[in-house]
């Protein structure tokens, strides 16, 4: 119930930011330095982030795995953007994302569900789940992967656990 009442408030927040143009100025005088240039008119990382906690709150129901995908989110993305800017290399095409990054993504992500989530989930899973929070971090789809890392990692983890009453398991 906090979460949802903490997610209410930020994105009240973020409405009236993008909607009144004096309280954005109120806004970004007081917390600017923590809003990209590119958010400044438009939602930011802070909301996403959110979203994307509140389906983990949603859809897992695992301590251990809620931290892992968690996890996942904020030392994944951070890994990715510090391994690109760091190791350098190449892009992956025309996107600004660096190879360097998706693979210190994974690396962290592999790391922390091997650690936080065996025995409960085999090696294949582990490795499926950390390939997820890669490919949304690098942006598979046209959405932010503040969001995205938890979403999706959360939705697999789901249909791993429930399978929608198939079985599935890897």
């Given at each position: 119930?906090?979460?949802?009442?903490?997610?209410?408030?930020?994105?009240?927040?973020?409405?009236?930011?993008?909607?009144?143009?004096?309280?954005?100025?109120?806004?970004?005088?007081?917390?600017?330095?923590?809003?990209?240039?590119?958010?400044?008119?438009?939602?930011?990382?802070?909301f996403w982030m959110v979203a994307g906690?509140?389906?983990?709150?949603?859809?897992?129901?695992?301590?251990?795995?809620?931290?892992?995908?968690?996890?996942?989110?904020?030392?994944?993305?951070?890994?990715?953007?510090?391994?690109?800017?760091?190791?350098?290399?190449?892009?992956?095409?025309?996107?600004?994302?660096?190879?360097?990054g998706s693979l210190s993504c994974f690396?962290?992500?592999?790391?922390?569900?091997?650690?936080?989530?065996?025995?409960?989930?085999n090696g294949t899973s582990i490795f499926?789940?950390?390939?997820?929070?890669?490919?949304?971090?690098?942006?598979?789809?046209?959405?932010?992967?503040?969001?995205?890392?938890?979403?999706?990692?959360?939705?697999?983890?789901?249909?791993?656990?429930?399978?929608?009453?198939?079985?599935?398991?890897?």
């Open positions: 119930m906090i979460l949802v009442v903490f997610s209410l408030f930020v994105w009240g927040m973020e409405w009236a930011r993008i909607r009144f143009s004096a309280f954005n100025q109120l806004f970004l005088s007081l917390l600017g330095g923590l809003i990209r240039e590119e958010e400044r008119t438009k939602l930011s990382g802070v906690v509140l389906t983990i709150a949603i859809l897992i129901k695992s301590p251990p795995l809620s931290i892992a995908i968690l996890l996942y989110l904020l030392l994944g993305d951070t890994a990715a953007s510090l391994g690109g800017k760091w190791l350098k290399g190449p892009h992956w095409g025309q996107s600004p994302k660096r190879v360097s690396i962290v992500c592999f790391f922390i569900g091997f650690f936080l989530l065996r025995p409960g989930y499926i789940g950390a390939l997820v929070a890669t490919g949304a971090e690098y942006g598979m789809f046209r959405m932010n992967d503040n969001f995205l890392i938890p979403a999706l990692s959360s939705l697999f983890f789901w249909l791993y656990d429930y399978g929608l009453g198939i079985g599935v398991r890897f």
